[in-house]
């Protein structure tokens, strides 16, 4: 059974996949994102995602199989990663309430010497026409800021989205059956990576 490796430092990805029956070694590419430019939102997520793998999987020794995930919204021609700040989250949630974006995550699987693999997902999102005091109450939490587009599904901003067109676990950060399909391209399953994953797996 190949190591499996997540090339990121979300907690929400880690806490999908471990969820699904996954527990992934987590080691973080520590890539500057400003760094890496792409011509569209879809194909920035992708490259993204590739990068973080191939340098994760650079670092390591053995039969090891890595995936590495990116996240971004599109929104009326912008590209939204995480605000990092209450102000920006805010300013954020003026633009998209009562409106919808496109959550793009791109996936690169890999596995050294065998394998390489990126596939980007979509999903719309559809935003709550939401009030100044939920905005401000919503941003002053934290949340928004540390997390692509300002919004969570699965957490504090869950309130506040609408309806979703697509799958729900890209907006999370990573495509469960996208992810079983780039195995099983490669001959692999997720029971090849470990699954099912006792219950309290990676609990401390």
């Excluded at 490796?5 to 400003?34: C, F, H, K, N, Q």
């Amino acid at each position: 059974m190949p190591r499996f490796v997540l090339a990121s430092a979300s907690p929400a990805r880690l806490a999908t996949l471990r969820r699904a029956g996954l527990d992934p070694e987590v080691i973080v590419s520590d890539v500057d994102e400003s760094t890496v430019s792409a011509p569209s939102t879809a194909d920035l997520v992708k490259t993204l995602a590739t990068v973080k793998a191939r340098v994760v999987a650079s670092r390591l020794d053995g039969d090891v199989v890595v995936l590495g995930c990116d996240s971004l919204l599109e929104f009326d021609g912008e590209s939204f990663g995480k605000p990092g700040d209450a102000e920006t989250a805010a300013q954020r949630w003026r633009k998209i309430r009562g409106k919808s974006g496109v959550l793009h995550t791109g996936h690169c699987l890999i596995r050294p010497g065998v394998f390489e693999t990126a596939r980007t997902v979509a999903t719309i999102v559809h935003f709550a026409p939401i009030s100044e005091d939920e905005i401000a109450t919503y941003a002053a939490t934290g949340e928004p800021s540390e997390v692509a587009g300002a919004f969570t599904i699965d957490g504090l901003g869950g309130w506040f989205i609408s309806k979703i067109e697509g799958d729900p676990h890209n907006v999370v950060g990573v495509s469960l059956p996208v992810l079983r399909d780039m195995l099983r391209e490669h001959r692999l399953t997720v029971m090849d990576l470990g699954y099912p994953a006792t219950a309290d797996a990676g609990a401390d």
